[in-house]
C-alpha cells in the first residue's frame, strides 16, 4: 500500500496536479487580459466605422485631407506627391486606388509649416571615421528627412583665417562611388571666419528615403599654404530646402496642409481650356 | 452589428476555403491541420505563380473558382464514404476542448484587434501592403514595390481582398489563422495519450504566451518563423515514424516555401534542410536503397519551391545579387570577414535582446538540461539549437556586411529578425515539456 502510494501518488499524480494547477492559473491570467482587450475592440468596431478608425489612426498622414483631395482630382492617372515635415509615409497605399506612379503636377504639403518651403540648414556635417591624410580632410552628414535640394554650406573656422581655396566634393555614401557635385570655394578676400558658400546650381531631388546613411564630403586645399587650414574648419553646416515650392502655386490650404499645382500645369489648365480641372480648382476654392 | 458581418464572413471563409482545398488534394490520413496550411500555401503559389506568368487576372480567378469548385466536389464525395455510418459530432474529450477553446479565444481576440486597429508600421504598409496592392490590381511584376524581395505572404493577403474588395484588415486574418493551425498542427501530430490534459494546457499556454502583434502587423517575420517552424516540425516527426512518408514531403515543401515569403527566408530553409539531412545521414543512408527516388523527389521540391522567386525575377532582367538594394549585395556578404571589428556593439544588441527575452534563456537552458536527461530527444534538440545557432551566425554575418550604419541597422532590424526564432522555441519548449510529462526513457510523446 505504501509502495503503491509511493509510486503512483507521489511519483505521478502529485506532479501532474502541481503543474496542471500552475498551467491552470496562467491560462486564466493570460484569458483575463485577452477577453478584456476584445471587448474593448469590439466595442470599437460597433461604434465606429471603418472609414473613422482610419482617419483617427492615420490622422498624423493626414488621411483625411488626401482622401478628400484625391476624391476630387478630375484624372483618375494623377495621384499627388504628398510631402511631409519628415519624410514620405505612402499614404496612397492606403487608399483603395491604384497607384502605380506618383505625379508631380500635383503636390499636397501635410502638416508642413512656412519655415519648411524656404532654404535652411539641414543639418551640421562632422569629421568623418575616415582619417584625414594632410591633403584630404573627410567629413560626413546625414539627413534622414526627406529634402528637395541641396542649396550650400557655411564652413566655421576657429583662430585661423579663410585664406587659400578649397576643394569640395559631395558623394553619395562611404563607397564614394557617385559624385554629386564638386566646387571650389574661394577666400572672400576680406579673410573672415565665416565663409557661406551657395551652390552655383541647386541640387534637386537631392535626399528621399536615406535613413541615416551618411552623404560624405572630402575637402581638399588647393595651394601650397604655410596653414593647413583644413585642419581649422571646426564645423561645416549644410544648406537646404525640405519642400521646394519654387515651381509651384498653392491652391488651397487647410490649416497647415495645402495643394500645390505647378506653375507649367496651371498655365496649361488655361490655355487648353481644361474644364474638369478648372471644375476641380473652384471646388478647391468653395 | 451589421458592419460585423462582413468581415466575419471573411475570417470564417479563411478558416473553411483553405481546408477544403488540402483536404482534397492531401490523403486522409494527414492530419486536419496541415492539410488546412497546405491548401492556404498552395493557394497563393497557384496565384503567385500565375501572376509571375503574367495571365490575365480574370482567367486566373475563373480558374481557381473551378478548380475550388472540384476541390468541394472530392471533399464532399470523400466525407460521404469515410462516415457511411453518420458523423460523430460531440466527440470531445477536455484536453481538446482546453487547446480549441483556448484557439477560439485567440482568434476572436486578434479579429478584434484587426479590425479595430488599422494596419500601422512603416515596412509593413509600403512593403507588404504595397505588393499585396500591387498583386490585387495585377500590375506588372516591374511596377510591384520591392520586387526583388518575394511576396507569398502578400499574395495570400491579396487572394482574401480579390475575394471581399479592398479592405487591408481583412487580408491581414490569414496570419492568426494560420497561427493556430501551427499549434493544432503540434496537437494533433503527437501521441500523448495519458498526459494529454497537462500537455493541452502548455500548448494553451504556449499560444498565449508566444503571440505578439507583429504577427498580423503586416511584417512577414512571424510567418516566416512559423512556416520554418513547421518544416522543422515536419522533418522530426518524421524521423520519428518514418513510415509516414508525408510528413517528409511536407517538410520538404513548407522549407522550400520560406524562400517564397521572405529574402531571409532562402537562407532559413537551407540551414533547416541541410542541417535535417546531414543529422539524420546515417539513418537515411540505411533506407537509400529502397527509397532514393523518395528522397531525391523530396530534395527535388524544396529547391523549385525556394528558388522560384529567384529564378522568376531573374527571367525578368531583375539582378537578384543585390539582396537590399545596394545596402546588402553578395559581393558585400563575401568580403564580410573584413568588419570583424563590428563584433563588440553587434555582441551589445543580442546582448540586449536576451535580456528582454529572459524566457527564451530559461527554455534554451531547459532544452539543453533535456537533452542530457532524456537521450531520447537528443537529436531533436540538437537539431533545432543547431538551426538557431548557424542562422544566428548568419543574421551576425549581415551585419558584417551591411554598407548601412550600423547602429541604425542594428536597431531597425535585429529584434525582428532574432523574433524569426520564436517557433523554434516552441518547439524547443515542447521539447521541454515532456521531461515533465514523461517518466520513462521512451515516451509517448514523440517530438
Redesign the interface.
Known amino acids: 500500500m505504501n509502495q503503491f502510494f509511493k509510486k503512483n501518488i507521489l511519483?505521478?499524480f502529485v506532479?501532474?496536479v502541481f503543474?496542471?494547477f500552475i498551467?491552470?492559473v496562467?491560462?486564466c491570467f493570460?484569458?483575463i487580459f485577452?477577453?478584456q482587450?476584445?471587448f474593448r475592440?469590439?466595442k470599437?468596431?460597433?461604434s465606429t466605422?471603418?472609414e473613422q478608425?482610419?482617419g483617427r489612426?492615420?490622422a498624423s498622414y493626414g488621411y483625411d485631407y488626401i482622401t478628400y483631395i484625391s476624391s476630387i482630382i478630375p484624372d483618375p492617372q494623377i495621384f499627388p506627391v504628398t510631402r511631409y515635415i519628415n519624410y514620405s509615409?505612402?499614404v496612397e497605399?492606403?487608399l483603395?486606388i491604384?497607384v502605380?506612379k506618383t505625379d508631380g503636377k500635383v503636390l499636397i504639403g501635410i502638416n508642413l509649416p512656412e519655415e519648411d518651403t524656404k532654404e535652411g540648414v539641414i543639418t551640421t556635417a562632422h569629421r568623418s571615421e575616415k582619417q584625414s591624410d594632410g591633403t584630404k580632410d573627410y567629413w560626413a552628414f546625414?539627413t534622414i528627412q526627406d529634402y528637395d535640394a541641396l542649396t550650400g554650406f557655411r564652413f566655421l573656422m576657429d583662430d585661423v583665417r579663410f585664406v587659400s581655396p578649397i576643394k569640395i566634393t559631395l558623394f553619395n555614401?562611404?563607397?564614394e562611388e557617385k559624385i554629386l557635385g564638386s566646387w571650389i570655394v574661394e577666400p572672400d578676400g576680406k579673410g573672415n571666419k565665416d565663409i557661406v558658400f551657395t551652390l552655383p546650381i541647386k541640387i534637386k531631388k537631392f535626399s528621399f528615403l536615406r535613413?541615416?546613411?551618411?552623404f560624405i564630403i572630402v575637402l581638399e586645399q588647393m595651394k601650397n599654404a604655410d596653414v593647413n587650414i583644413l585642419n581649422h574648419i571646426e564645423y561645416i553646416e549644410v544648406y537646404g530646402i525640405k519642400v521646394n515650392l519654387e515651381d509651384y502655386q498653392i491652391v488651397h490650404r487647410s490649416g497647415r496642409n495645402f495643394t500645390a499645382l505647378t506653375h507649367d500645369f496651371l498655365r496649361s489648365i488655361e490655355k487648353d481650356d481644361m474644364k474638369a480641372w478648372k471644375q476641380f480648382l473652384s471646388q478647391l476654392e468653395k | 452589428m451589421t458592419q460585423l458581418i462582413y468581415p466575419l464572413l471573411a475570417f470564417f471563409s479563411i478558416l473553411v476555403i483553405p481546408g477544403i482545398v488540402g483536404y482534397a488534394l492531401l490523403p486522409k490520413t494527414v492530419e486536419k491541420a496541415l492539410q488546412w496550411l497546405f491548401g492556404f500555401f498552395i493557394i497563393g503559389i497557384f496565384f503567385l505563380s500565375a501572376y509571375v506568368g503574367m495571365i490575365p487576372q480574370l482567367l486566373v480567378k475563373n480558374i481557381g473558382v473551378g478548380i475550388f469548385l472540384l476541390c468541394v466536389g472530392k471533399s464532399v464525395i470523400q466525407v460521404v464514404q469515410e462516415h457511411k455510418h453518420g458523423i460523430r459530432l460531440f466527440a470531445v474529450s477536455l484536453p481538446s476542448l482546453i487547446i480549441y477553446g483556448s484557439i477560439c479565444l485567440f482568434l476572436l481576440y486578434a479579429f478584434a484587434d484587426i479590425y479595430a486597429n488599422p494596419i500601422q508600421g512603416q515596412d509593413g504598409i509600403v512593403i507588404w501592403l504595397g505588393k499585396a496592392k500591387g498583386f490585387y490590381y495585377w500590375n506588372p511584376l516591374t511596377a510591384i514595390s520591392f520586387v526583388r524581395y518575394p511576396g507569398l505572404g502578400s499574395m495570400l493577403w491579396a487572394v482574401v481582398m480579390m475575394v471581399f474588395g479592398l479592405h487591408e484588415s481583412y487580408g491581414r486574418f490569414i496570419y492568426p489563422v494560420a497561427y493556430s493551425m501551427f499549434f493544432i498542427t503540434l496537437w494533433s501530430s503527437i501521441n500523448v495519450k495519458k498526459y494529454a490534459l497537462s500537455y493541452a494546457l502548455c500548448l494553451a499556454v504556449l499560444l498565449f504566451f508566444f503571440f505578439r502583434p507583429s504577427l498580423y502587423s503586416g511584417y512577414q517575420d512571424d510567418f516566416l518563423s512559423l512556416t520554418g517552424g513547421l518544416s522543422v516540425a515536419l522533418f522530426i516527426l518524421y524521423t520519428f515514424d518514418m513510415k509516414k512518408s508525408y510528413r517528409y514531403m511536407l517538410g520538404c515543401f513548407f522549407g522550400g516555401s520560406l524562400g517564397l515569403i521572405k529574402n531571409e527566408g532562402v537562407l532559413l530553409g537551407l540551414i533547416v534542410f541541410v542541417v535535417f539531412l546531414l543529422l539524420h545521414f546515417k539513418t537515411m543512408r540505411k533506407e537509400w536503397k529502397e527509397k532514393s527516388f523518395f528522397y531525391i523527389k523530396g530534395i527535388l521540391l524544396f529547391f523549385i519551391v525556394l528558388g522560384f522567386w529567384t529564378v522568376a525575377i531573374s527571367l525578368y532582367g531583375l539582378d537578384s545579387r543585390n539582396i537590399q538594394g545596394d545596402q546588402i549585395t553578395l559581393q558585400g556578404i563575401f568580403e564580410g570577414y573584413k568588419n570583424f571589428n563590428r563584433i563588440p556593439i553587434i555582441g551589445t544588441y543580442f546582448y540586449a535582446y536576451f535580456l528582454q527575452n529572459p524566457l527564451f534563456i530559461f527554455i534554451f537552458l531547459g532544452s539543453i538540461i533535456t537533452a542530457i536527461v532524456r537521450p531520447l530527444y537528443r537529436r531533436t534538440i540538437i537539431y533545432i539549437l543547431l538551426i538557431i545557432f548557424f542562422h544566428s551566425m548568419s543574421i551576425i554575418w549581415v551585419y558584417f556586411a551591411t554598407t548601412a550604419p550600423l547602429v541604425w541597422h542594428l536597431e531597425t532590424s535585429l529584434f525582428r529578425l532574432m523574433d524569426q526564432h520564436m517557433s523554434l522555441y516552441i518547439l524547443l519548449a515542447v521539447s521541454c515539456i515532456q521531461l515533465f510529462l514523461s517518466t520513462k526513457k521512451s515516451s509517448h510523446i514523440s517530438l
Open positions: 511519483q505521478k506532479p501532474q503543474l496542471c498551467l491552470i496562467l491560462l493570460q484569458g485577452f477577453i482587450y476584445t475592440n469590439l470599437q468596431i460597433v466605422t471603418e478608425r482610419k489612426t492615420y509615409h505612402n497605399m492606403l483603395p491604384n502605380v546625414n555614401d562611404a563607397s535613413g541615416s546613411r551618411d
